[in-house]
């Protein structure tokens, strides 16, 4: 897993507590010093506030955002969404015709989100 202090701004997708969550990864270094904390922002749980939550509605404090952190608030499956990624997978599959089993193989091989793939499968 990336080092999370590293990742401000990265979308992420993740279970939290069961449910389906995506959202974006805040960094903000604490006031007079030199220590940071890492925010998951994002619109299901509400938590600790940061300064900047990217127009997300809540935003949870994970500490230095270590697995163990992100475990101790039964966050499984974390994983960072690469938007370049998006871009290249958004023009294959405008200008090649897809098959559901293409499309479903793209979303599990690289983490694209359900509903992404879906938005990009009904504008073919």
Known sequence: MEDLSKCDGKKFRCIWHGMPVEGKIR?????NSTKYMVYLCQNKHMGSECLDKFEYKYSWALGDGRKEERIRVD???????????RKKLSELCRNKNLSEKQILYIKNAFGVGYQYMESLKNNK
């Not at 960094?27 to 006031?31: A, I, Q, R, T, Y």
């Not at 499956?77 to 938007?83: A, K, Q, V």
């Open 75 to 85: 966050i499984q499956d974390f994983i960072l969404i690469d938007t370049d990624l």
């Open 27 to 31: 960094v903000e270094f604490l006031k």
